[in-house]
């Protein structure tokens, strides 16, 4: 059962887990549970730059061996969140999120999104982002979010 094995177990039992990510991307650190289950996401470290990473890993893909549908969404709402975070330094939640699909990601590819904000008008923040392999695009996201009270510490 998932629930019964530690998180620190999880992260190391699949083959290419520990894979180090490109020059210029740390581990995230701030991302909840769910996230640290499924991930590990990377973050780009330089200033301004919001861009998001995640190793295409086994347990991404489904029952034809590419990465699930699903969790492409999934790692686009987290990249487009950052974007979000990144403009209005206020926690959100997603409102409508559309992923349009137009490759096949594999296992073992470097997957990376590269979010930006469209628009703020209140608390209501509209964000995109395109998914690329490389210089290839297979995915984009796009997505509305409102923002919550609670501001930046």
């Avoid at 909840?32 to 190793?55: C, K």
């Avoid at 890993?57 to 029952?63: G, K, P, V, Y």
């Avoid at 990249?79 to 296992?107: C, E, N």
Wanted: aromatic share 8%; proline share 5%.
């Amino acid at each position: 059962m998932w629930s019964s094995i530690p998180s620190s177990e999880l992260m190391t039992t699949e083959a290419g887990e520990g894979r180090e990510p490109p020059s210029g991307f740390e581990v995230s650190r701030s991302r909840g549970p769910f996230t640290t289950r499924n991930g590990p996401v990377f973050r780009a470290t330089e200033t301004g730059d919001l861009r998001s990473g995640l190793w295409v890993l086994e347990r991404h893909c489904n029952s034809m061996g590419f990465m699930h549908g699903g969790m492409v969404s999934s790692f686009a709402d987290g990249a487009l969140a950052w974007a979000v975070w990144h403009a209005t330094r206020k926690m959100s939640v997603t409102l409508k999120l559309t992923t349009s699909y137009f490759g096949t990601i594999r296992p073992g590819d470097w997957l990376e999104a590269h979010p930006a904000v469209i628009s703020v008008d209140g608390g209501v923040v509209h964000v995109g982002a395109d998914l690329r392999v490389g210089a290839d695009l297979m995915a984009r996201g796009d997505a509305t979010f409102r923002t919550l009270r609670r501001a930046a510490k």
